[in-house]
């Protein structure tokens, strides 16, 4: 008589996800135990937080480990999502070397992980990689328009390396290599002081305080909520070995600055008045992605608006704005 695997550990999968602890990396653990999956998460806490897991630290499919990836890591897993690495500019130069340690070492570790197990690796690029852009909306054949010297250098050309390095082993060692590029993202779990413009917003409307409008306020973004975002990387990471990338993963809604504070204090009914500051050095005019190669490859788009994803971020805020004020 053949034996039969009951059918959840038919389809359970081990996944590594490196900054799981972090804004987005905590909502795809949540999303992959959701999905049935076991979940080793590892994170030295540099921006991370227990918190960010803490509905999920007692579930038995889920193991937190402090771990730097700029270190070697020996484990067994069936597939990997490489995250770690701080996003926002205020926490990636704050340490600028170990920024781009993480970026760089990092990938060589996390590649070295997956060419000894032979599994699937994604990495979360960033539209960094096209720079202040000069093509636009962005597309992935887009080369980009990067200062290789400036403050935000080492977050951009340690994630440009990385993509390097993530192409050289699928070619060399024929690695099942998953490259996406994300943009603006935003949702609950954003640390209240990383400094990026959704949360700071947020938390400026919610205490009354004055809205910090770099430069002019016209510069653009788009944002893409925290929800669509990880549905997108777990549907890249389900394509076939061909689908190496690089894909846009974003929304691809444009707003200005100053639309987004009006937006801010309209949904949190605030009364704060905007404060206009120098424009950091670099900062990119405009970011768009053309998201049209995830369409076609694996049907997704971001579907969540961003007057809806504000909302729900705004309730979030407003318990963290309480718990921290103590008001
Ligand atoms: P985050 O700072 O909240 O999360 C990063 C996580 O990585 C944190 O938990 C941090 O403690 C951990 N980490 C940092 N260095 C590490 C190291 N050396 N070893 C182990 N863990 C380490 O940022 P996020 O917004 O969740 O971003 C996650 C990933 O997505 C990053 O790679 C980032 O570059 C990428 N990304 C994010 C955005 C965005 O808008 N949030 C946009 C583009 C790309
Ligand atoms: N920004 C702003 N006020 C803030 C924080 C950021 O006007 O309090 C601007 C910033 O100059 C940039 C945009 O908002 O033009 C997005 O900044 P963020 O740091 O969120 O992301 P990134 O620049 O990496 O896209």
């Not at 193991?63 to 926002?88: G, Q």
């Not at 909520?225 to 689908?243: F, I, K, N, Q, R």
Request: net charge neutral.
């Amino acid at each position: 008589m053949s034996k039969q695997r009951p059918p959840r550990y038919a389809t359970q999968k081990r996944v590594l996800v490196t900054g799981g602890a972090g804004f987005i990396g905590s909502h795809l653990c949540a999303r992959l135990i959701e999905q049935g999956h076991s979940v080793l998460c590892v994170d030295n806490f540099f921006t991370g937080t227990r918190a960010n897991v803490a509905t999920l630290l007692d579930n038995p499919d889920f193991e937190m480990m402090r771990h730097d990836i700029t270190f070697p890591l020996y484990v067994e897993v069936d597939e990997i999502y490489n995250l770690a690495c701080p996003a926002s500019p205020v926490h990636y130069q704050f340490d600028p070397v170990q920024t781009t340690k993480t970026s760089v070492v990092g990938a060589v570790n996390m590649l070295g992980l997956a060419k000894r197990l032979r599994v699937p690796i994604l990495q979360a690029s960033t539209s960094e990689v096209y720079g202040d852009p000069s093509v636009h909306p962005q597309v992935e054949s887009y080369w980009g328009n990067v200062n290789p010297i400036g403050p935000r250098s080492c977050y951009d050309e340690g994630k440009r390396c990385a993509e390097t390095l993530f192409f050289d082993y699928h070619r060399q060692h024929k690695l099942a290599i998953k490259v996406i590029r994300i943009f603006n993202t935003y949702g609950p779990h954003m640390h209240p002081n990383d400094g990026r413009v959704v949360s700071n917003f947020i938390v400026q409307a919610l205490r009354g305080e004055d809205i910090t409008i770099y430069g002019d306020g016209l510069q653009t973004r788009s944002f893409c909520y925290v929800d669509d975002l990880v549905a997108g990387m777990m549907a890249m990471m389900a394509t076939p070995d061909s689908v190496t990338g690089p894909v846009n993963l974003g929304n691809p809604g444009e707003f200005t600055m100053l639309e987004l504070a009006q937006l801010v204090l309209e949904l949190t009914g605030s009364s704060a008045q905007l404060q206009f500051r120098p424009l950091p050095q670099d900062d990119p005019k405009q970011r768009r992605p053309d998201t049209s190669r995830a369409r076609e490859l694996f049907g997704w788009e971001a579907r969540i608006a961003l007057r809806e994803g504000l909302g729900h971020t705004i309730e979030y805020f407003r318990e963290v704005v309480r718990r921290v004020d103590g008001a």
